[in-house]
């Protein structure tokens, strides 16, 4: 009687065990997990930008990038900044097809709303100023020649 009350505490401890150890490497996985691509939604394409183009605020523009964005996206906007290392998804590229082919509605709808470890910038910056960074991350394209 009593050795079979301790076996069976035995099998339930065991149970207890391998469920813990189960549901700790779903939530590892889970976190190494790739998260889908980051699509802004169609109606963003909609919006146009009402300072393409116009270098006067560009300036500007770098001095907000320089100081809020190059710790993530580096200096050149290539994804390479100091805190790159240990994000997951990595920043994006900015100087990259996969970037510059985004309409400005796309690119000012991302940067506004943000998508984890990214910050929204709906709050931090008016409206202006994240159009003003979507024609700087303009200036970041790789051009032919350009290393
Ligand atoms: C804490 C790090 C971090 C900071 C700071 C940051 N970003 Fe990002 N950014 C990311 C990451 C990571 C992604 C990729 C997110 C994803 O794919 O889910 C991203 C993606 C983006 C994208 C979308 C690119 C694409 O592939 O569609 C834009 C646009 C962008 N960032 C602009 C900015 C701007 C402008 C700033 C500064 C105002 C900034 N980011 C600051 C981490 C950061």
């Known amino acids: 009687m009593i050795k079979n009350y301790f076996l069976r505490h035995i099998v339930y401890i065991r149970i207890i065990m391998i469920a813990f150890i189960a549901i700790l490497s779903l939530m590892i996985a889970r976190s190494f997990a790739q998260q889908p691509k980051w699509e802004a939604p169609k109606t963003a394409d909609n919006l146009s930008n009402p300072f393409s183009g116009n270098a006067s605020v560009l300036a500007d523009a770098k001095k907000i990038y320089t100081a809020?964005?190059?710790?993530?996206?580096?200096?050149?906007?290539?994804?390479?900044?100091?805190?790159?290392?240990?994000?997951?998804?990595?920043?994006?590229?900015?100087?990259?097809?996969?970037?510059?082919?985004?309409?400005?509605?796309?690119?000012?709808?991302?940067?506004s709303e943000g998508r984890m470890p990214m910050p929204s910038y709906k709050n931090?910056?008016?409206?202006?100023?994240?159009?003003?960074?979507?024609?700087?991350?303009?200036?970041?394209?790789?051009?032919?020649?350009?290393?």
């Open 68 to 111: 809020n964005c190059t710790p993530c996206h580096g200096d050149k906007g290539r994804g390479d900044g100091p805190a790159a290392p240990g994000l997951n998804p990595k920043p994006a590229d900015h100087s990259s097809a996969a970037v510059q082919s985004q309409s400005d509605g796309a690119l000012f709808w991302k940067l």
């Open 124 to 147: 931090v910056f008016n409206e202006q100023q994240r159009w003003e960074l979507v024609s700087f991350i303009r200036t970041l394209a790789k051009s032919p020649g350009k290393k």
